[in-house]
């Protein structure tokens, strides 16, 4: 039963070179070149029907699957690839206590394999956990599956899931979907997860720091249940694609099952030379495409994040109504984490006859959710990445290139239900300087929350169990913030303080909880609360591309001379001021996002709860800003930049030279210091959220700190 993995690709037969005529359109991309690509996809392992020496197994499937929209949602199921398997799976499921499960996006892992083991009662008296990185899809895929299990069954019964700030789960929830973040602070209070039976961490492949970290916790949880003769817990490891070897080793050599997926050859076209200005080519590429194509052939394009999206959105909705433009109607769908829960669901509408649906989204259509119809992808060949620093002492947000792992899964999405084309906005000398996999996050990131976490469950990070190591500076780097906010009296100690274990019990960066529980000090309980559920929430802030400058204009009377937090406070506090019923309009005449709004509004009603068990007074400090922005140093003092030279700054934490990004409400003014929460780098180093402060406040706050870090200036040089 081997399977031939490489067949899948239908590359180099076709080997014309596709060449985008010009546009007679007014905003006309520069048309690109393409190239036919002969190079094939990395092949996986073999994996072997119980081959004792791989200690791994292959299912195969026959059938054709073509997902066409009208037919029922039961036999939808029944035509998923794992549907064939799912006694085979169920029996070795049963059999070992970890096992790991491969299979290509939209076989059904994740939406089918939960209900199976529940069918079966393999939990027996224990919940049915399954973790996703990404918080869209925890919820899409709950609300999938309950849709599926039927019987008027609604999300949050037997279906249930949990994100930050919102539980739908009730006593009767069995399968439960949660997001990676969720289930670590669980595991804070119940360090053996009893209420589990079974827990899948699924989409292992995209190596989040919360996954990384739940590898170790699930691994001692399981060890410890069965040296105590607990119930026992089961774990499943689920994955499109990864390092078998790598993950089973880790898990004491476990088994692994590979899922036969349906997949139909793809032709990959590279761009014949780089461009640098993928998002103008990803349009004109969409519209070669729109030219040629027939209708109801779909198009998927991969960009960065929610700007990139919205302004290619924007444009291609502007360049469709050409009267040039030949082609079925365009309907532009974009996806991405920050946009409102009812335009992600409708990217999974089937499109409409003689149409053409084309989804602008970031990398969570990679792996995370399945959209059907597709049978064109357009790759911009980036993806944004936070990475941490320890020598800057930053954590920066940058666009980045893919690596040639995700370039496939991407190519993959266009081969789901027949044959098609990924056309690929990078050369193949480009592609191939690609890493083969993408650094994980634990490896890149800041570990402070991380560090936190795992004292709070006992662990010290440098003695945990990690599949791989985060590099020693970061831990220490982490360590060392941690004792300078407070949490620990030492670097090397495994006691959080007082105040360091409140710190964990807030689901936020340790530098927020600190905000929080130094708040009353400053009498600002309230506006410390908002500021913190604001950060803490997608933002708030709409901004139409065509409609910049009545934004601005509109937006105007909520500026801060102090900056950009304390804006989004007086918006927030405007807000609250509104009416009920005219809450919509405001939100419309003003470009805010009413869902964001709302639901930052939940997060403070959640955080307010946990201030109040810390024994916190909700005060507030009306007017008096000063006490707001003292009050955020005491937990971002290590974010502070002091003006150096014409528009430049440095930070004080390690002398970076950065400026302020031209989103920001003090973009154009010259503050002496600034407080900032993020850090954006394109060709130079940009702050992003900025409050004013006073130099004199820092030794006031954080004396400890500024004995070591003096200001680079005095105020009168
Ligand atoms: O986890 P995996 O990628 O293997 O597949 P899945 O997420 O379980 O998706 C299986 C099928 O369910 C896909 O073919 C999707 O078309 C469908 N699905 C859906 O229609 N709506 C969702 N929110 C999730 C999945
Ligand atoms: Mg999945």
Not at 137 to 164: C, F, K, N, P
Not at 206 to 229: C, S, W, Y
Not at 307 to 327: F, N, T, Y
Not at 638 to 651: F, G, H
Request: net charge positive; proline share 4%.
């Amino acid at each position: 039963m081997d399977v031939d993995m490489d067949s899948k690709y239908n590359i180099g037969n076709n080997n014309k070179i596709s060449t985008i005529s010009k546009f007679q359109m007014k905003l006309k991309p520069t048309p690109i070149v393409f190239n036919n690509s002969k190079i094939s996809p990395p092949s996986p392992k073999r994996l072997k029907l119980n081959d004792k020496e791989n200690n791994q197994t292959v299912f195969n499937s026959a059938n054709n699957f073509h997902n066409k929209p009208k037919i029922s949602i039961q036999d939808q199921r029944r035509k998923l690839p794992v549907f064939e398997q799912r006694n085979k799976l169920l029996d070795l499921i049963k059999r070992h206590k970890t096992l790991i499960i491969l299979g290509e996006t939209g076989s059904g892992k994740t939406t089918q394999i939960p209900q199976y083991i529940n069918s079966a009662r393999l939990q027996e008296n224990g919940k049915i956990g399954i973790t996703q990185p990404r918080r869209v899809a925890a919820i899409t895929v709950a609300l999938r599956v309950a849709q599926e299990y039927g019987q008027g069954m609604s999300v949050g019964d037997v279906v249930g899931y949990t994100v930050r700030f919102e539980d739908v789960t009730t006593k009767k929830t069995k399968i439960k979907y949660l997001t990676d973040g969720m289930l670590l602070r669980e595991a804070i209070n119940d360090r053996l997860l009893n209420q589990y039976t079974v827990i899948i961490l699924d989409e292992a492949h995209e190596r989040t720091i919360h996954t990384d970290v739940l590898f170790g916790i699930v691994k001692r949880a399981q060890k410890i249940r069965e040296e105590r003769n607990l119930p026992p817990l089961k774990i499943i490891i689920m994955s499109a694609t990864m390092d078998v070897d790598h993950f089973s080793r880790y898990f004491n050599n476990c088994q692994a099952v590979y899922l036969e997926g349906r997949t139909y050859p793809v032709n990959v076209f590279f761009a014949v030379k780089p461009h640098d200005d993928y998002q103008t080519s990803c349009v004109a590429t969409f519209f070669k495409i729109h030219r040629e194509a027939p209708p109801n052939h779909d198009v998927l394009i991969f960009l960065t994040g929610q700007e990139e999206i919205e302004a290619c959105a924007h444009q291609i909705r502007l360049l469709s109504k050409d009267p040039d433009v030949q082609g079925p109607p365009i309907r532009v769908f974009t996806l991405y984490a920050a946009q409102p829960g009812t335009q992600q669901m409708a990217v999974f509408q089937p499109s409409q006859p003689n149409t053409r649906k084309v989804i602008i989204s970031t990398n969570i259509a990679e792996t995370s959710v399945t959209i059907s119809g597709i049978r064109y992808v357009i790759d911009g060949g980036m993806v944004k990445a936070r990475s941490f620093h320890p020598s800057t002492g930053l954590e920066v947000l940058k666009v980045q290139r893919i690596s040639q792992e995700q370039a496939w899964q991407r190519t993959g999405r266009a081969g789901r239900e027949s044959e098609g084309f990924c056309y690929r906005i990078y050369t193949r000398s480009q592609f191939e300087l690609m890493k083969k996999t993408a650094v994980p996050e634990i490896q890149r990131a800041n570990l402070n929350s991380v560090v936190l976490q795992l004292l709070a469950l006992g662990v010290h990070a440098l003695h945990f169990d990690f599949m791989d190591k985060p590099p020693k500076e970061s831990i220490l780097a982490a360590f060392e913030q941690l004792k300078q906010l407070g949490a620990i009296e030492d670097i090397d100690s495994i006691n959080l303080t007082p105040l360091g274990r409140k710190m964990a019990k807030f689901p936020l960066d340790p530098r927020f909880s600190k905000i929080l529980l130094s708040s009353q000090q400053f009498g600002c309980v309230a506006e410390a609360l908002t500021t913190v559920a604001l950060l803490s929430s997608e933002s708030i802030l709409l901004t139409p591309c065509s409609r910049r400058e009545q934004v601005q204009s509109v937006r105007q009377k909520f500026c801060s001379g102090y900056g950009d937090h304390i804006t989004l406070l007086n918006i927030y506090r405007e807000f609250n001021n509104v009416g009920k019923n005219n809450k919509r309009s405001w939100c419309h005449e003003h470009f805010i996002n009413m869902r964001n709004i709302l639901h930052a509004r939940e997060v403070r009603n959640q955080l307010e709860d946990i201030c109040k068990k810390c024994d916190l007074t909700v005060s507030s400090c009306g007017g008096q800003m000063d006490q707001l922005r003292k009050c955020l140093l005491t937990g971002l003092f290590t974010n502070v930049a002091q003006l150096y030279r014409d528009r430049q700054y440095m930070t004080l934490d390690k002398g970076q030279v950065v400026q302020i990004h031209p989103s920001s409400d003090l973009h154009g003014q010259q503050p002496q210091f600034v407080v900032f929460t993020e850090v954006v780098q394109t060709n130079k180093c940009y702050l992003r959220g900025l409050t004013t402060v006073e130099g004199d406040w820092l030794n006031e706050i954080a004396p400890e700190y500024m004995k070591n870090h003096c200001l680079r200036y005095s105020r009168d040089s």
